[in-house]
Antibody, heavy 120, light 110 residues
């Protein structure tokens, strides 16, 4: 059974940093692209970043470029999101998602999410 | 303002059919595959449709997807009260080099 378990969320002040982790199990982690997707309270889904199987390619939404870094450790079956210079508008539930195989990207499994609140 | 445009809400009676549209452009839907996600109240998003019209295992054939030009459509037949949820379309945008989601559509089964 595919499982994705996020951790590391919490309350942080504007300008602060936080590192999210996602522990993957039930599949060959190193064979899949992985993503972070966020959802602000009461709002829709917003894709944040993708990372290739070996970490050699990364893509980010414009609003987090230069502030967030996606990374992975295939030996530990783990995905990470380093978030720096956090802003109030980064407040959201952050989901770890697996990018499924097919003709194109899509998110076939999602974690339960971890809440990040940026507030003074 | 989302790059992909969805109606904020749709509604229909139990047993009826409903369609949810997702409108984009040549930089996204027009040249890429579309996927659809269902988010039941208080739960995690779930993949419903990928590659425009494919259903993952376990998704009933009441759910269908189609694409024409720069628009995509999610169809749900035999509506059930348990289908009440938010539905999102998504695809890659070549101009933005980013994945984009629609703003979401709230389905109410009256």
């Amino acid at each position: 059974e595919v499982q994705l378990v996020e951790s590391g969320g919490g309350l942080v002040q504007p300008g602060g940093s936080l590192r999210l982790s996602c522990a993957a199990s039930g599949f060959t982690f190193s064979s899949y692209w992985m993503s972070w997707v966020r959802q602000a309270p009461g709002k829709g889904l917003e894709w944040v970043a993708n990372i290739k199987q070996d970490g050699s390619e990364k893509y980010y939404v414009d609003s987090v470029k230069g502030r967030f870094t996606i990374s992975r450790d295939n030996a530990k079956n783990s995905l990470y999101l380093q978030m720096n210079s956090l802003r109030a508008e980064d407040t959201a539930v952050y989901y770890c998602a697996r990018v499924g195989y097919g003709s194109s990207w899509h998110f076939d499994y999602w974690g339960q999410g971890t809440l990040v609140t940026v507030s003074s | 303002q989302s790059v992909l445009t969805q109606p904020p809400s749709v509604s229909a009676a139990p047993g009826q059919k409903v369609t949810i549209s997702c409108s984009g452009s040549s930089s996204n839907i027009g040249n890429n595959y579309v996927s659809w996600y269902q988010q039941l109240p208080g739960t995690v998003p779930k993949l419903l449709i990928y590659d425009n019209n494919k259903r993952p295992s376990g998704i009933p054939d009441r759910f269908s997807g189609s694409k024409s030009g720069t628009s995509a459509t999610l169809g749900i037949t035999g509506l059930q009260t348990g289908d009440e949820a938010d539905y999102y379309c998504g695809t890659w945008d070549n101009s933005l080099s980013a994945w984009v989601f629609g703003g979401g559509t709230k389905l109410t089964v009256l």
